[in-house]
T-cell receptor, first 112, second 115 residues
Framework: TQLLEQSPQFLSIQEGENLTVYCNSSSVFSSLQWYRQEPGEGPVLLVTVVTGGEVKKLKRLTFQFGDARKDSSLHITAAQPGDTGLYLCAGVITGGYNKLIFGAGTRLAVHP | NAGVMQNPRHLVRRRGQEARLRCSPMKGHSHVYWYRQLPEEGLKFMVYLQKENIIDESGMPKERFSAEFPKEGPSILRIQQVVRGDSAAYFC?????????????FGEGSRLTVL
C-alpha cells in the first residue's frame, strides 16, 4: 500500500508546455518535500512545505501544500529539457521524527 | 547533498556472498537513514540510526540485513547471503536533528548487483 500516491507516473511533453504533478495521501503530514532525482544519482531536495495552504515558488516551479496537509502539487511552467528527471514527493508523518515516506515518483521527459 | 559520502558506488556480488555498504554523513550530522530503491520505483525506508543506536528498523528485512552506526567511522549496511532480489540502489541520508521538517541530505547511492 502506497501511503503517498503520485500522479501521473510518467509524463512526456514538449518544451514550452506546462505540467502539474500531484501527490496525495489520506494521512496528515507535518511537512512535505519535493525531490528531483537524475539517473545514477541521489535525490536532491527542491523544496519543503510546512503550513497548510502554503505556496512556494522556485523559478518556474510552483509548489503547493493542501489546506489539510494531506496533498501537494508541483506545477512547472514552460518546461525545458533540463527539467527532465524523476520527481519524488516525500512526507513526514505528524508527530514522527525525520522518517520520510516517499511516493513512487513521476518520471518527466521534456522533448526539445 | 554533496556532503553525504557513500561507497562503493557500484558493487557486484554473487548469490550467497556478503555486501557491505558504507555511509559517512554530512559533517555535524549524527542521524543516518538508509533507503532502498528498486528500478522505476520510489525510495523505501529501511532503517534510522543515531550514533551507536538503532532507532527504527521497521523497514529492514528481519533476516540477512543489519545496520550499524558506530561512535567512530561510517554507518554500515550489511547484507549477508545476498540474493538476486537484493539488487537495488541503496541510499543513505543524514540530518542534523531527529525531528523537524524532514529535510534529509542524500548521498549518491550504492548500486548493488547480485549475479
Amino acid at each position: 500500500t502506497q501511503l503517498l500516491e503520485q500522479s501521473p507516473q510518467f509524463l512526456s511533453i514538449q518544451e514550452g508546455e506546462n505540467l502539474t504533478v500531484y501527490c496525495n495521501s489520506s494521512s496528515v503530514f507535518s511537512s512535505l518535500q519535493w525531490y528531483r532525482q537524475e539517473p545514477g544519482e541521489g535525490p536532491v531536495l527542491l523544496v519543503t512545505v510546512v503550513t497548510g495552504g502554503e505556496v512556494k515558488k522556485l523559478k518556474r516551479l510552483t509548489f503547493q501544500f493542501g489546506d489539510a496537509r494531506k496533498d501537494s502539487s508541483l506545477h512547472i511552467t514552460a518546461a525545458q529539457p533540463g527539467d527532465t528527471g524523476l520527481y519524488l514527493c516525500a512526507g513526514v508523518i505528524t508527530g514522527g521524527y525525520n522518517k520520510l515516506i516517499f511516493g513512487a515518483g513521476t518520471r518527466l521527459a521534456v522533448h526539445p | 547533498n554533496a556532503g553525504v559520502m557513500q561507497n562503493p558506488r557500484h558493487l557486484v556480488r554473487r548469490r550467497g556472498q556478503e555486501a557491505r555498504l558504507r555511509c559517512s554523513p554530512m559533517k555535524g550530522h549524527s542521524h543516518v537513514y538508509w533507503y532502498r530503491q528498486l528500478p522505476e520505483e520510489g525510495l523505501k525506508f529501511m532503517v534510522y540510526l543515531q550514533k551507536e543506536n538503532i532507532i527504527d528498523e521497521s523497514g529492514m528485512p528481519k533476516e540477512r540485513f543489519s545496520a550499524e552506526f558506530p561512535k567512530e567511522g561510517p554507518s554500515i549496511l550489511r547484507i549477508q547471503q545476498v540474493v538476486r532480489g537484493d539488487s537495488a540502489a541503496y541510499f543513505c541520508a543524514s540530518s542534523a536533528g531527529a525531528a523537524g521538517t524532514g529535510e534529509l541530505f542524500f548521498g549518491e547511492g550504492s548500486r548493488l548487483t547480485v549475479l
